[in-house]
């Protein structure tokens, strides 16, 4: 999710989390109140910021999670799927993408177009 839509969809959000809690994840950090915020990524010769919408560990392991909803900027959001796709395989992490009903088309369409097709969404 942008960060602009972030405010509108924080209830979204919080029903991920539960989701994510439920199904044994731990040490969750999140970009909304009541969480703590999980690190940011600057891009260099820009001003703005790449966060993961939700950070969690399981089994030892750092997964990054990204909340996919309809959006009209699409370039931004492919650019950061993109960039934690590629810091996930670096560190020996795990990238997963939530999504709900009513937007598994746009995300499906999404990832096809940055050739990450092997990412299966988490549907809630």
């Known amino acids: 999710m942008v960060k602009v839509e972030k405010s509108e969809n924080t209830e979204f959000l919080e029903k991920s989390i539960q989701h994510l809690e439920a199904t044994g994840f731990?040490?969750?950090?999140?970009?909304?109140e009541g969480y703590e915020t999980p690190k940011s990524y600057s891009r260099k010769g820009k001003d703005d910021n790449i966060t993961?919408?939700?950070?969690?560990?399981k089994n030892g392991r750092k997964y990054y999670f990204d909340i996919s909803l309809k959006s009209h900027s699409t370039r931004l959001l492919k650019s950061k799927w993109l960039f934690l796709d590629t810091l996930s395989r670096m560190n020996s992490n795990r990238f997963r993408i939530i999504t709900t009903r009513g937007?598994?088309?746009?995300?499906?369409?999404?990832?096809?177009?940055?050739?990450?097709?092997?990412?299966?969404?988490?549907?809630?």
């Open 26 to 32: 731990e040490n969750i950090k999140a970009d909304i």
């Open 52 to 57: 993961p919408d939700i950070v969690a560990v």
């Open 103 to 124: 937007h598994y088309k746009f995300t499906d369409t999404m990832l096809e177009d940055i050739n990450l097709s092997n990412k299966t969404p988490i549907k809630i």
